[in-house]
C-alpha cells in the first residue's frame, strides 16, 4: 500500500515537473526572435558606413577589447565598454563580410536600435 | 493475493522507472542539441552546462548500475545538476538585468525604474538576450533521475520492493 502510494506520488511530481519544464522551454526561442525582428538592413549600414571617419575602423576580429571600445566612443556609441565585450564575443566574423552580418545579428538580440548597430558596425572591419 | 499485488507494484514501479530513465537520456541529449544549436561554448561560465550534462550521464550509469551506493551517488550528482540549474536561472537573469541599458526603449531610462521593475524585465526576458528559464531544463532532467534513484527496487530482500 505505501509502494503503491510512493508510486503515485513520483508520477504526480514527475507530470508536475515535465509541466513546468514545457512552460521553461518556450523562452529559449525568443532570443532568436528579436533577432529577426529588428534585423538592420544592408543600405542604412552602407550610409552609415559612409558616414563614418576613414582610418578610425579597428578589426573586430584582432583588436584587443579597449581599442574596439575606443573605437566605438569616438563614433558617438554609449555603453562603449559594454558594447565591445559584446563584439569581442561573438568572434570570429567572415572577412569576406564588410557589412558585418553576423555581428549585427548577434548585436539584435540586445535590441539596442538600427543607429545604434550602425555606429558599431561603421566603426569596425571584420 | 498480497504476494500478487506485491509483484503487480513491482512491475508498475519497475516500468516508471525506466520510463524515468528514459526521459531522463532524452533530457540529456536534447539539452545538449539546443547548446550546440546556440553554440553555447563562447566563454568560460557558458562551460557550465556542458560539463553539467556531463555529470548528468556519469549519475544515469551509476542510477543504472544494480549497487545501492551508486544510486546513492547518482542521487548527489543529481542534486549538483540540480545547483547547477538554478545558478543557470540566476546568471541568465543578470546577464539580462545588466543589458538593460543597451536596450533602445530603456537606455534613457533603466537607471531612473525601481529595482523591482528592473529584475521583473530581467526575469521576464523583456531585456537581454538570455532565456531565464532555459537552464531549468537541466533541473527537471536531474529531478528526473533522483526521482528514478529513489524508486523501490526488487533487488533487496528478495521479491519485497526497497527504498
Known sequence: MICKAKLSLICVVTVVVLAVAGCGGSTTTNGSGASASSSPTTSSAAAATATSQPGAKVSANTASESDIASALSAVGVSNAERWAKEVVEYRPYPADDPNMTKLRDNLAKYNPGQETVDKIVSALTP | ?163
Not at chain 2, 549497487?67 to 545547483?83: D, S, Y
Not at chain 2, 528592473?118 to 537541466?138: D, E
Request: aromatic fraction near 8%; hydrophobic fraction near 55%; include cysteine.
Open chain 2, 1 to 163: 493475493m498480497t504476494e500478487i499485488r506485491n509483484q503487480r507494484g513491482l512491475a508498475s514501479a519497475a516500468l516508471v522507472r525506466r520510463g524515468l530513465y528514459a526521459l531522463t537520456v532524452i533530457g540529456i541529449l536534447a539539452t545538449a542539441f539546443e547548446l550546440a544549436t546556440v553554440r553555447h561554448w563562447l566563454d568560460i561560465e557558458q562551460l557550465i552546462p556542458w560539463v553539467a550534462l556531463v555529470v548528468l550521464a556519469i549519475a544515469t550509469v551509476l542510477a543504472l548500475a544494480s549497487f545501492r551506493q551508486g544510486r546513492i551517488a547518482a542521487g548527489l550528482l543529481a542534486l549538483l545538476v540540480l545547483g547547477a540549474s538554478v545558478y543557470g536561472v540566476i546568471d541568465h537573469t543578470v546577464v539580462n538585468y545588466n543589458s538593460g541599458p543597451l536596450d533602445q526603449r530603456f537606455a534613457d531610462t533603466w537607471e531612473s525604474l525601481s529595482p523591482a521593475n528592473r529584475w521583473w524585465y530581467a526575469f521576464t526576458k523583456t531585456v537581454g538576450p538570455a532565456p531565464t528559464l532555459a537552464p531549468g531544463i537541466l533541473g527537471e532532467t536531474a529531478v528526473l533521475l533522483l526521482l528514478a534513484c529513489l524508486m523501490p527496487t526488487p533487488t533487496a530482500a528478495g521479491n519485497q520492493p526497497s527504498a
